[in-house]
């Protein structure tokens, strides 16, 4: 069964610089990855995805790059905001009937102006 | 158009009670997905329903169960509750069945706690 890990709870940086938050996999079949970002008291909110044809996805100020063979992915976010501050979940989407978002349990990003 | 509405918001209930949350799609959607967020366990899967029927279902006992409407509303019921199922409860709707590129509109969630 895929396991996502997130082995950052938390990352600080500051405005204007750049936010790089990982993410590691264990199971090399899948179809997506996808980035959610989660303000408190609302729901997770989709920000951009990859699929395992790509190994990098642009849009806007965030990135996602996809290194298969390190089994690793990465969501880079250029210039950072304060309003970017929240925790960002990474997830894989398996897909056909069985379909399901394992998500790993988030980096919480502040970043300071 | 409106999002994913969840009632209630938050509730608290004490050990051995049930709950029953409801979730409301986005109008024309019908797929729902329900997720369990907590602190160390982070998001994890309940189940899933397109079109009234459970797709999916999540490593989660039988005290958690669920079920979809004609119209795509769902609810999911937790018997016999235990302190361990404080949590917040999130929604998720897609339009039709979830896949990679269909992506998930999550719910502001249901925040139970049980006492």
């Not at chain 1, 996602?64 to 960002?88: E, M, R, W």
């Amino acid at each position: 069964d895929q396991q996502v890990k997130q082995n950052s709870p938390s990352l600080s940086v500051q405005e204007g610089r750049i936010s790089i938050l990982n993410c590691d996999y264990t199971n090399s079949m899948f179809d997506y990855f996808l980035w959610y970002k989660k303000y408190p008291a609302e729901g997770p909110t989709f920000l951009i995805s990859i699929s395992s044809i790509k190994d990098k996805n642009e849009d806007g100020r965030f990135t996602v790059f996809l290194n298969k063979s390190a089994k690793h992915l990465s969501l880079h976010i250029v210039p950072s905001q304060p309003g970017d501050s929240a925790v960002y979940f990474c997830a894989h989407a398996r897909g056909g009937s069985n379909y399901k978002l394992t998500f790993g349990k988030g980096t919480l990003l502040t970043v300071n102006p | 158009k409106a999002g994913v509405t969840q009632t209630p918001r938050y509730l608290i209930k004490t050990r051995g009670q049930q709950v029953t949350l409801s979730c409301s799609p986005i109008s024309g959607h019908r797929s729902v997905s329900w997720y369990q967020q907590t602190p160390g366990q982070g998001l994890q899967f309940l189940f899933e329903y397109f079109s009234e029927t459970q797709r999916n279902k999540g490593n989660f006992p039988g005290r958690f169960s669920g079920r979809q409407f004609s119209n795509s509303r769902s609810e999911m019921n937790v018997s016999t509750l235990e302190l361990g199922d404080s949590a917040l409860y999130l929604c998720a709707s897609s339009l039709g069945p979830p896949s990679g590129a269909n992506v998930l509109t999550f719910g502001a969630g249901s925040r139970l706690t049980v006492l």
